[in-house]
């Protein structure tokens, strides 16, 4: 499997504009998480799915920020209208949920993409 | 979620052993504690999960005493390469959200 798929790798635009990041889970994966990173706050939890449904969006910093995920192998978080201060690396992980893990229903490694390093000017 | 404190940062000489510890005073009976790890410019990456005692894999070891309210992720002998955050995490592994925070960064020089 490739892993963990993201697009752009980076992305620059101006204050205003509509940004959509996209995040292809790995293939099988029932949970699948978006994060944003920045020097101030770290890595933050942002939203998350099981089985294409959102569980919790708590971590959404405000209405400008969407995720969706229309089928188990494509996830998007669009930002509208971006702002500098949106200005980050956004990753999207991929998980298996406890009982795909047969006798170690325990482990929930998260497979990380390599992010999307985004500007707003 | 249980809270974590880590140290915001660490040095070692390259071969010494590293030892980053992780306080949980408030972790739950069904809580893991987990760890990853993350170079520049990528994602984080798991390294160890444990629940009590040690566990060790190929890469570190995890040292939680009886009371689980905190955790030392044990490096043996470490490499340039292992200059990375590390995260400590607590939470039920279920693969729910965890709270990844600002991490430890470890810093091997030569």
């Known amino acids: 499997d490739a892993g963990v798929i993201q697009s752009p790798r980076h992305e620059v635009t101006e204050m205003g504009q509509e940004v959509t990041l996209r995040c292809k889970p790995i293939s099988g994966h029932d949970y699948l998480f978006w994060y944003r990173q920045t020097m101030m706050r770290g890595l933050e939890l942002l939203i998350y799915?099981?089985?294409?449904?959102?569980?919790?969006d708590s971590g959404m910093p405000e209405d400008r920020f969407s995720a969706k995920m229309p089928n188990a192998s494509f996830s998007t978080l669009k930002i509208q209208p971006s702002e500098p201060r949106d200005s980050a690396v956004y990753f999207c992980a991929s998980s298996l949920s406890p009982e795909g893990w047969g006798h170690i229903p325990s482990y929930n490694e998260q497979f990380f993409g390599p992010g999307t390093r985004l500007t707003v000017l | 979620l249980a809270k974590t404190t880590q140290p915001i940062s660490m040095d070692s000489y390259e071969g010494q052993e590293v030892n980053i510890t992780c306080s949980h005073n408030?972790?739950?009976?069904?809580?893991?504690i987990t760890w990853y790890q993350q170079f520049p410019s990528q994602g984080p990456r798991f390294i160890i999960q444990g629940y009590k005692t040690k566990v060790t894999n190929e890469v570190a070891s995890l040292f939680i005493p009886a009371d689980r309210k905190s955790s030392t992720l044990s490096l043996p002998r470490v490499s340039l390469s292992d200059t990375a955050v590390y995260y400590c995490l607590v939470g039920e592994g279920s693969g729910y959200a965890l709270n990844f925070g600002k991490g430890t960064s470890l810093l091997v020089t030569p």
């Open positions: 408030n972790i739950a009976t069904n809580d893991y």
């Open positions: 799915f099981n089985n294409n449904v959102p569980i919790d």
